[in-house]
C-alpha cells in the first residue's frame, strides 16, 4: 500500500475529490427539487421527474466546467514550467490531463442520459397534466396563463389540448438544444473510440470539433425557462392551496455562468494557438529515413524547447484544419528542431507523398508549428538515476534526451543532475544491425523487467529513479506496477517514479 500511495497516492486523491464533489451536487439537487418547498407545484405537475432531470443537470454543469481545461494546451504548459509551487508530482497529474478529460466525458456522458430520459418523462407529464389527467389541482396549475394584471405566468409549457410530447420537445428552445447537444455529444464520444482514433484520425479530428455547437447549445439551453418554481414569500406561502398572484421563477444558476470563465480560456488558447500559426517556419534540412519515416528539421524564430517536448504541424497544403502531435527528436542546445515522422495514417501519408515529390534541392510545403508543450520526459533531469523505455517510434523523445545529456556532459552543465542514465536501448531502423554492423539484426526480445528494476535498486539503495515510457498502454502496465512493486516506502531507500508521454 505504501508503494501504491507512492505512485498513485495523489492521482487517487484527485479523483475522489472530484467524485465527491460529483456525488455532493447530484444530493443536494436531487433533494431541494424534491422536497424544496418552492417546487411544491411544479411537482405537483411533474412528480419524481422533475429531481431526476435537474440533479444531472448540476452535475452537468459543472463537467462542463471542467472538459476544456485539460486540452488547453498552453495553460497546462505555463503551470507545468512557471510556477515554483507545481512540483514533480504535481507536474505528474498534468501529464495526465487526457486520462481526466475522458473521465470528465464519461460522466457527462453519463449525466446526459439520466437528464434526458427524465426530461422525456417531464414531457409527457406535462401534456397529461395540461389535459387534466392528474387531479385538480394539476389542472388549475397548468390553466394558469400570463397575466400582467395579475402579475403571474405559466408554470406548465404546454398552452393547448393539441400539443404532443414531440411537439413540445421540437417547438421550444430547451426542447431543440437538447437535441443538437445531444446528437453532437453521440458523435463525439463514438468518434473517440480508440479504434476509429488509430484507423480515422480525421474523422475523431473533425466530429470533436462538435464542442462548438455543443456549448453554444447548452449556453441557450437554460433560455427557455422551462422548469420553474413560485417565488418565496414572507411569510412562507401555505401550499395547501392556491394563490393566484405567483410569479413562477426559475432559481438555478444558468448553465452559461459555470462555462463562461472555462469558454474564455479556451478562446485565448486558439487565439494563441492561431497567432502562432501565423508565425514563418523554414526547412534546414528534409530526410528521408527507412521504412518510410520523414525527419523534418525545422527553423522559426523565438523559438526555445526542453527535452521530450512536443509540438502540433499544421500543413496547409493537406488540410488547414487539422493539427497532429509529434515529438522533438533534437535537443535544446542545437540551433533547429527536428520532428520523425512515420507514415501511419492520411495525412502523414500525404505528407511524405508531398516530399517525395520535390524537385532537388525544393523546399517543402508551407507548415505551420504551434507548441512546443510539455512532456513527463521534460522532468528526466530532475532525476539522479532514470530508466527511458521507448517502443517503436516511441524511442524518439528520448532521442532528444540523449543528445542533450551528450551536449551538458560535453559542456560540464552544472545543473545536470542525472549521473547515470541507465539502460538505454534506441533501436533505429538501419539497413545493419546498430551493435553488430551485419545485415542480419540482433533479436532483442522482452526485457525481463524484474531483473532489470531489481538491479537498478541493487545499484541505487538511495535514489529516486524516475521511470520514462513512450510506447504501447500494455507495456505501460507492466512498468507501472514494477514501479510500485520496486519502490520503497522508506524515504531513505529507493523510490521508482513512473512517467508516461501521453498526447
Same mark, same amino acid.
Given at each position: 500500500m505504501g508503494n501504491w500511495i507512492i505512485n498513485h497516492g495523489l492521482s487517487a486523491f484527485i479523483l475522489v475529490v472530484w467524485m465527491g464533489i460529483n456525488i455532493f451536487l447530484f444530493v443536494y439537487y436531487y433533494l431541494f427539487y424534491d422536497q424544496g418547498p418552492q417546487f411544491e407545484y411544479t411537482r405537483e405537475l411533474l412528480g419524481s421527474a422533475l429531481p431526476w432531470a435537474r440533479a444531472p443537470a448540476a452535475v452537468l454543469n459543472f463537467?462542463?466546467?471542467? @472538459?476544456?481545461?485539460?486540452?488547453?494546451?498552453?495553460?497546462?504548459?505555463?503551470?507545468?514550467?512557471?510556477?515554483?509551487?507545481?512540483?514533480?508530482?504535481?507536474?505528474? =497529474?498534468?501529464?495526465?490531463?487526457?486520462?481526466?478529460?475522458?473521465?470528465?466525458?464519461?460522466?457527462?456522458?453519463?449525466?446526459?442520459?439520466?437528464? +434526458?430520459?427524465?426530461?422525456?418523462?417531464?414531457?409527457?407529464?406535462?401534456?397529461?397534466?395540461?389535459?387534466?389527467?392528474?387531479?385538480?389541482?394539476?389542472?388549475?396549475?397548468?390553466?394558469?396563463?400570463?397575466?400582467?394584471? &395579475?402579475?403571474?405566468?405559466?408554470?406548465?409549457?404546454v398552452r393547448s389540448n393539441s400539443?404532443?410530447?414531440?411537439?413540445? $420537445?421540437?417547438?421550444?428552445?430547451?426542447?431543440?438544444?437538447?437535441?443538437? @447537444?445531444?446528437?453532437?455529444?453521440? &458523435?463525439? @464520444? +463514438?468518434?473517440s473510440m480508440e479504434v476509429i482514433r488509430r484507423s480515422y484520425y480525421e474523422v475523431f479530428w473533425y466530429t470533436h470539433h462538435l464542442f462548438i455547437i455543443f456549448f453554444a447549445g447548452l449556453v441557450f439551453h437554460g433560455a427557455g425557462r422551462i422548469v420553474r418554481s413560485q417565488q418565496v414569500t414572507d411569510p412562507p406561502h401555505n401550499t395547501s392551496f392556491l394563490l393566484t398572484d405567483f410569479i413562477w421563477l426559475n432559481p438555478l444558476l444558468q448553465t452559461w455562468m459555470w462555462v463562461i470563465g472555462p469558454m474564455i480560456i479556451y478562446l485565448c488558447e486558439r487565439l494563441l494557438r492561431f497567432i502562432r500559426y501565423m508565425q514563418p517556419v523554414s526547412y534546414r534540412k528534409i530526410v528521408i529515413r527507412p521504412s518510410k519515416v520523414l525527419e523534418l528539421q525545422l527553423v522559426k524564430p523565438g523559438f526555445k524547447m526542453a527535452v521530450? =517536448?512536443?509540438?502540433?504541424?499544421?500543413?496547409?497544403?493537406?488540410? =488547414?484544419?487539422?493539427?497532429?502531435?509529434?515529438?522533438? +527528436?533534437?535537443?535544446?542546445?542545437?540551433?533547429?528542431?527536428?520532428?520523425? @515522422?512515420?507514415?501511419?495514417?492520411?495525412?502523414?501519408?500525404?505528407?511524405?507523398?508531398? $516530399?517525395?515529390?520535390?524537385?532537388?534541392?525544393? =523546399?517543402?510545403?508551407?507548415?505551420?508549428?504551434d507548441g512546443p508543450f510539455g512532456t513527463a520526459s521534460e522532468d528526466v533531469f530532475d532525476y539522479e538515476v532514470s530508466m527511458l523505455v521507448g517502443a517503436g517510434i516511441g524511442v524518439t523523445p528520448f532521442a532528444s534526451i540523449l543528445k542533450s545529456i551528450w551536449y551538458k556532459f560535453k559542456d560540464s552543465d552544472p545543473k545536470l543532475r542525472t549521473k547515470r542514465v541507465n539502460h538505454a536501448m534506441v533501436h533505429f531502423d538501419k539497413d545493419t544491425d546498430i551493435i553488430t554492423g551485419l545485415k542480419q539484426k540482433t533479436s532483442y526480445g522482452r526485457p525481463n523487467w524484474d531483473k532489470e528494476f531489481e538491479q537498478v535498486r541493487q545499484e541505487n539503495p538511495s535514489s529516486v529513479v524516475g521511470t520514462f515510457l513512450c510506447g504501447p498502454q500494455a507495456l505501460?502496465?507492466?512498468?507501472?506496477?514494477?514501479?510500485?512493486?520496486?519502490?520503497? $516506502?522508506?524515504?531513505?531507500?529507493?523510490?521508482?517514479?513512473?512517467?508516461?508521454?501521453?498526447?
Open positions: 463537467n462542463c466546467m471542467l @472538459i476544456l481545461l485539460p486540452v488547453c494546451r498552453n495553460l497546462l504548459s505555463l503551470l507545468r514550467g512557471s510556477f515554483i509551487c507545481c512540483g514533480r508530482t504535481m507536474r505528474k =497529474q498534468l501529464d495526465k490531463n487526457l486520462t481526466f478529460h475522458k473521465l470528465v466525458a464519461y460522466m457527462i456522458a453519463l449525466m446526459t442520459a439520466v437528464h +434526458t430520459v427524465a426530461h422525456l418523462l417531464n414531457a409527457e407529464w406535462y401534456t397529461n397534466s395540461f389535459q387534466g389527467q392528474y387531479g385538480p389541482l394539476a389542472g388549475n396549475l397548468s390553466m394558469l396563463d400570463d397575466s400582467s394584471e &395579475l402579475k403571474t405566468t405559466y408554470l406548465n409549457p400539443t404532443t410530447p414531440t411537439l413540445l $420537445v421540437f417547438t421550444t428552445i430547451a426542447g431543440l438544444t437538447g437535441v443538437v @447537444i445531444t446528437l453532437a455529444l453521440i &458523435l463525439m @464520444i +463514438t468518434s521530450g =517536448q512536443y509540438v502540433f504541424l499544421n500543413c496547409p497544403a493537406i488540410s =488547414q484544419l487539422e493539427w497532429h502531435p509529434f515529438t522533438m +527528436t533534437s535537443a535544446p542546445e542545437e540551433d533547429f528542431f527536428s520532428v520523425h @515522422i512515420r507514415s501511419v495514417g492520411d495525412w502523414t501519408e500525404d505528407l511524405i507523398k508531398m $516530399v517525395e515529390n520535390l524537385p532537388e534541392g525544393g =523546399q517543402g510545403p508551407k507548415m505551420a508549428v505501460a502496465k507492466d512498468l507501472e506496477k514494477k514501479c510500485v512493486k520496486y519502490s520503497d $516506502v522508506d524515504p531513505r531507500k529507493t523510490k521508482f517514479y513512473f512517467n508516461k508521454e501521453n498526447f
